[in-house]
C-alpha cells in the first residue's frame, strides 16, 4: 500500500486493520510512522475472546510456556479457520458505519490470515451495492486450506474452510500470490486464468535502509561476525534444530571460528521444543521487536540467516528485507525444490545449503573463513521500485 500511495497522489487509499492490545507480541507502535502520510488507516477493536488469544509479551517464563501450549492447542484444534474470525463482523460493520459512503474502486484482501479475505469480499458485496464494476484483488501470500496445519484437522473442518475458500475465489476478480507452486496450485485447482493472476513479493524501501544503517545495534560487537535470524519459528514449518547442533559441531572442531561468532535470533518461536535447545546453545534469543528495529539489525548484520520452509507453497517473507542489507546471506533448505532456493539462486553473496548439521556447518565454515566485509553485494531488482512498476501494471492504475 505504501509503494502505490508514494507512487499516485491520485490514488486515495484506505487501510482496515485490527487494533492490535498493547500488551500483544504484534503490537508494534512504531509501524504506524511507516505508514504513508496519504493513507487512511482505520483500526478496529478485536472481540474479548481474540484478545485473550492473541498471545502477550513474556512476564513470567513458566507461566507464558504453559499458555503458549494452550493457544497453540487451541488454534490447531478447535478454531475452525482462524483466531481472527471474530473481528470479521465487527470490521464489516465499522466500513458500514464510516465508509460505506466512498465509491471504491478496489478492495485487496491481505491473507495471511483468511480472515482478512473474508471480510475483503464481503466489503466487496457491500459496495456492489452502488458500484457495480468494484474489483476484489485476493493476495495468497500463504496458501489457505493446503497450508501445513489445516490439511492436518478433522474432516468437517477442512470441508468448512473449502468451501470458505471457495466462495473467497468465487468473488475475486484477481489474485496475487507470492510463490509460482501456490499460484500453480489455485490454477490447477480452481481453474484460474493466467491473465487473472500475478507473482508480487515484498520489496525494500532505500531511503528507510540507508537511515537505518547510521545507528549500530546494540546487540551486536563490532568486534565480532554478527549473525541474525529474523522471523518467527514456526511448529512444522521452520527447523533449526540442524544448525543448533553445526554451531556445537563448529564450536568443537573450528573454535578460531565459533568466537569470532555473536549469534542473535529475533522473533517469537511457538515450538517449545527448539526454543529449549536455542536456549542452551549460544544463541542469543529475543522476542519480536519492532519492524523499524528489525531493519536496523538487517542493515548492520554481517550474516543473515534464513530457513526454508518445510512446505513449499511458501517462501519466508523475511527474505525480502535481506535483500536490502549488504550481508552475506545462507539460506538453509530442507531441499533444493524449494522456491526459495530458485528465488536466489545465483544472486550475489547468496550460499545455500542443505538443512542437516554438516552441509550448515561447512556452509558457516565456508563464509567465516572467506568473510570480507568490504565486498559490496548488488540486490537492487528486489527494491521497491520494481515491484511498483509490475503491480501498477496488474491493478492498471
Not at 140 to 156: G, H, I, K, Q, T
Request: glycine share 4%; charged share 25%; aromatic share 12%.
Amino acid at each position: 500500500m505504501n509503494l502505490l500511495a508514494s507512487s499516485n497522489r491520485d490514488l486515495k487509499i484506505h487501510l482496515l486493520t485490527l487494533s492490535f492490545p498493547s500488551d500483544s507480541i504484534y503490537y508494534d507502535g512504531k509501524l504506524s510512522k511507516l505508514v504513508n502520510k496519504d493513507i487512511v488507516v482505520h483500526r478496529v477493536n478485536g472481540s474479548f475472546i481474540l484478545n485473550k488469544m492473541i498471545p502477550k509479551k513474556v512476564v513470567c517464563k513458566n507461566k507464558t510456556d504453559i499458555k503458549s501450549k494452550r493457544l497453540i492447542w487451541i488454534k490447531n484444534k478447535i478454531v475452525i479457520i482462524d483466531p481472527y474470525t471474530s473481528w470479521i463482523n465487527k470490521a464489516c460493520k465499522y466500513f458500514k458505519k464510516y465508509l460505506s459512503d466512498i465509491k471504491f474502486d478496489i478492495i485487496i484482501g491481505m491473507h495471511e490470515p483468511p480472515s482478512s479475505l473474508i471480510c475483503a469480499y464481503k466489503i466487496k458485496n457491500m459496495v456492489k451495492k452502488y458500484n457495480n464494476s468494484v474489483e476484489l484483488v485476493s493476495y495468497f501470500s500463504d496458501p489457505y486450506c493446503n497450508e501445513v496445519n489445516r490439511r492436518n484437522r478433522a474432516l468437517l473442518v477442512r470441508l468448512f474452510n473449502k468451501r470458505i475458500e471457495n466462495k473467497i475465489i468465487i468473488n475475486s476478480d484477481k489474485f496475487l500470490f507470492v510463490t509460482k507452486n501456490n499460484m500453480e496450485y489455485y490454477k490447477k485447482n480452481y481453474k484460474l486464468t493466467p491473465k487473472s493472476m500475478e507473482i508480487i513479493h515484498r520489496g525494500f524501501d532505500d531511503k528507510l535502509y540507508c537511515d537505518s544503517k547510521k545507528n549500530y545495534p546494540s546487540d551486536f560487537q563490532s568486534d565480532k561476525i554478527n549473525v541474525l535470524y529474523a522471523g518467527d519459528i514456526v511448529k512444522g514449518v521452520r527447523n533449526i534444530r540442524e544448525f543448533i547442533k553445526a554451531l556445537g559441531l563448529i564450536q568443537i572442531n573450528f573454535s578460531d571460528l565459533f568466537y569470532k561468532l555473536n549469534v542473535n535470533f529475533v522473533g517469537n518461536i511457538n515450538d517449545l521444543e527448539q526454543k529449549e535447545l536455542a536456549n542452551e546453545s549460544s544463541i542469543k534469543l529475543k522476542s519480536r521487536i519492532p519492524y523499524s528495529d528489525i531493519i536496523n539489525m538487517v542493515v548492520n548484520a554481517d550474516i543473515l540467516l534464513i530457513f526454508g520452509n518445510k512446505e513449499f507453497s511458501q517462501i519466508p517473507a523475511k527474505i525480502y528485507d535481506y535483500m536490502g542489507s549488504n550481508a552475506i546471506i545462507l539460506a538453509i533448505l530442507e531441499d533444493y525444490s524449494d522456491p526459495l532456493y530458485e528465488l536466489v539462486s545465483g544472486i550475489n553473496g547468496i550460499y545455500c545449503c542443505i538443512n542437516n548439521c554438516d552441509d550448515i556447518m561447512r556452509a558457516m565454515c565456508d563464509i567465516l573463513i572467506n568473510f570480507n566485509r568490504d565486498i559490496e553485494f548488488n540486490r537492487n531488482e528486489f527494491n521497491n521500485n520494481a515491484i511498483l512498476s509490475k503491480l501498477s501494471k496488474f491493478l492498471d492504475i
